[in-house]
């Protein structure tokens, strides 16, 4: 569409899910969740949209229990969606997942116990995931050797920059005080690695629900789960997990900034709206019939009149 305001179009646009907690055999969360539907819901409302993604970053947390099945299951649904979409797939380990099947079902290589990070490059624009999680645990770590790694591929900016990716996201949580125990421990050793670097934002899950802050002068976003998200202000409860308010995230990369949006999965009711034929006919306007006919309080538009 014809940019109507002061910034050009975006260069990139990214989608961010994460925490979709695959289980095998279709079977539902908790015995409650459709997992299935709702990242189908989620990729369907992309698909719909006109939204074309260069890149959707799935942040960990893909399979819950690392069952084989899962990781098929979602391969089978999210691959035809991106391919549909134009979008290059980028998936990141997170601590529900299995570094093994991981490695052997989504990427096709031997099954392999190692970190799994590695650097995508999505015109012009590098995204890293990197792993962050623990065998055998819910906390993250990086070991010396990954922010050495990370450090090596830091060293020569990219055209259009780097997100970096991954499932622990290192910011507070002031919410969730249990979540406290199951943060990224040693953020200090990653600041050192990105401060000063050419990573323009940091891509999250692990929370269920999404929130920013900043880290190394770096903007954080955290994408909610598809799955289920937790109640912030639950009365005397201690990570509270609900079927509601599921969403994934959008990134709209400019040359100098970058706007990070929630976007909630399912259906809502209109209670508002216009129909999409009015594009052509506000393209067509000069700026100052545009300014007359929707921003001014005494226009047609805005008193309700027919237009």
């Given at each position: 569409?014809?940019?109507?305001?002061?910034?050009?179009?975006?260069?990139?646009i990214v989608a961010h899910i994460s925490d979709s907690h695959f289980l095998g055999e279709g079977r539902a969360l908790y015995g409650e969740v459709d997992t299935d539907a709702n990242l189908t819901q989620a990729l369907l409302q992309l698909e719909q949209s006109g939204i074309r993604p260069q890149a959707i970053v799935f942040t960990g947390d893909l399979a819950d229990l690392g069952e084989p099945d899962a990781y098929g299951r979602l391969r089978a649904l999210v691959e035809p969606a991106a391919a549909r979409l134009g979008?290059?797939?980028?998936?990141?380990?997170?601590?529900?997942?299995?570094?093994?099947?991981?490695?052997?079902?989504?990427?096709?290589?031997?099954?392999?116990?190692?970190?799994?990070?590695?650097?995508?490059?999505?015109?012009?624009?590098?995204?890293?995931?990197?792993?962050?999680?623990?065998?055998?645990?819910?906390?993250?770590?990086?070991?010396?050797?990954?922010?050495?790694?990370?450090?090596?591929?830091?060293?020569?900016?990219?055209?259009?920059?780097?997100?970096?990716?991954?499932?622990?996201?290192?910011?507070?949580?002031?919410?969730?005080?249990?979540?406290?125990?199951?943060?990224?421990?040693?953020?200090?050793?990653?600041?050192?690695?990105?401060?000063?670097?050419?990573?323009?934002?940091?891509?999250?899950?692990?929370?269920?629900?999404?929130?920013?802050?900043?880290?190394?002068?770096?903007?954080?976003?955290?994408?909610?789960?598809?799955?289920?998200?937790?109640?912030?202000?639950?009365?005397?409860?201690?990570?509270?997990?609900?079927?509601?308010?599921?969403?994934?995230?959008?990134?709209?990369?400019?040359?100098?900034?970058?706007?990070?949006?929630?976007?909630?999965?399912?259906?809502?009711?209109?209670?508002?709206?216009?129909?999409?034929?009015?594009?052509?006919?506000?393209?067509?306007?000069?700026?100052?019939?545009?300014?007359?006919?929707?921003?001014?309080?005494?226009?047609?538009?805005?008193?309700?009149?027919?237009?």
């Amino acid at each position: 569409m014809k940019p109507l305001g002061q910034y050009p179009a975006p260069r990139h646009i990214v989608a961010h899910i994460s925490d979709s907690h695959f289980l095998g055999e279709g079977r539902a969360l908790y015995g409650e969740v459709d997992t299935d539907a709702n990242l189908t819901q989620a990729l369907l409302q992309l698909e719909q949209s006109g939204i074309r993604p260069q890149a959707i970053v799935f942040t960990g947390d893909l399979a819950d229990l690392g069952e084989p099945d899962a990781y098929g299951r979602l391969r089978a649904l999210v691959e035809p969606a991106a391919a549909r979409l134009g979008a290059q797939v980028i998936w990141v380990m997170g601590n529900h997942d299995e570094r093994p099947v991981y490695s052997s079902l989504l990427f096709g290589t031997e099954p392999s116990d190692a970190p799994q990070d590695r650097v995508y490059d999505v015109n012009g624009l590098r995204i890293i995931s990197f792993d962050t999680s623990v065998p055998g645990y819910h906390h993250g770590e990086m070991s010396d050797a990954q922010l050495e790694w990370l450090a090596d591929v830091l060293a020569t900016p990219a055209e259009h920059g780097t997100l970096l990716a991954l499932h622990h996201p290192p910011v507070p949580t002031p919410l969730l005080w249990a979540m406290e125990m199951l943060e990224l421990r040693g953020q200090d050793r990653l600041e050192a690695v990105i401060r000063g670097s050419d990573v323009r934002a940091i891509l999250g899950g692990h929370l269920h629900f999404s929130t920013h802050s900043t880290f190394a002068g770096v903007p954080v976003s955290v994408a909610a789960a598809t799955c289920y998200t937790l109640a912030l202000t639950a009365k005397d409860r201690l990570l509270s997990g609900v079927n509601a308010d599921q969403a994934m995230n959008l990134v709209h990369v400019y040359d100098d900034r970058i706007v990070h949006s929630v976007i909630p999965i399912g259906a809502r009711t209109e209670i508002t709206g216009f129909s999409a034929e009015f594009v052509d006919r506000i393209e067509s306007m000069t700026f100052e019939q545009r300014t007359e006919m929707f921003s001014s309080k005494k226009s047609k538009f805005n008193l309700g009149e027919e237009v």
